[in-house]
């Protein structure tokens, strides 16, 4: 897997290379603002890159209007963006559209090591994956028929737009992956959702529900 990395702090920028390299990963460029991190992917054509969403010079949206422009030039590069504080605004516009290889996370989440690196290689397989804590904050916002959950399928769709498999949520939550799936139906029957589509395309469309897409 080969990843183009931008963040404008040098300690964690080297950080994460260190951590992705010690996770088996290439890392062909590293880079501290959005103008070099457009050229490194141009340069490289890498499988995924991991992009801070607020980069000099105005230190804003620099990194969210790259990581837009990136997911609107095709299927590669995926895209893994990191943000110290939950932003709904730019987590909101990166949601619209399709999904596929696209991740949202907190910059605590890299402490995690295995945790980090199991997201890396979901959002370079073109999988989702959103920081529990964005979701939150979107459902919390949403309208629709999210007062319908039980509390344990609220658990469910977090974990869900997390991007993991019923395997993972029933190993999160200790319960069968039976009990998963039923879980899992309800959400859907509740938004009017298809039950019957794979998995990913339902974590998806999830997504778009929150997004308000």
Do not use: C, W
């Not at 969210?64 to 893994?80: E, F, N, T």
């Not at 910059?107 to 979901?122: H, N, P, Q, S």
């Amino acid at each position: 897997m080969r990843i183009v990395i931008a963040e404008d702090s040098f300690l964690l920028r080297e950080g994460l290379v260190r951590l992705l390299e010690l996770g088996g990963m290439t890392v062909d460029a590293a880079v501290g603002d959005a103008d070099a991190l457009l050229e490194a992917v141009e340069r490289h054509d890498p499988d995924l890159v991991v992009v801070d969403v607020r980069m000099p010079p105005t230190h804003t949206d620099e990194g969210l209007r790259a990581a837009l422009k990136l997911r609107k030039g095709g299927p590669r590069p995926s895209v893994l963006v990191l943000s110290q504080y939950v932003e709904e605004r730019h987590a909101t516009e990166l949601l619209r559209g399709d999904t596929k290889g696209f991740g949202y996370l907190l910059k605590d989440r890299v402490a995690d090591m295995e945790d980090f690196l199991a997201t890396v290689r979901r959002v370079a397989e073109g999988r989702t994956a959103i920081d529990p804590e964005v979701v939150s904050q979107l459902l919390s916002r949403s309208d629709g028929p999210l007062d319908r959950l039980t509390p344990r399928e609220y658990e469910v769709l977090e974990l869900m737009a997390e991007g993991r498999s019923n395997g993972g949520i029933a190993e999160k939550l200790v319960v069968s992956e039976s009990a998963v799936a039923k879980h899992v139906a309800g959400i859907f029957a509740k938004f009017d959702l298809p039950g019957t589509a794979q998995e990913h395309r339902r974590v998806l469309a999830v997504l778009k529900f929150l997004s308000g897409a």
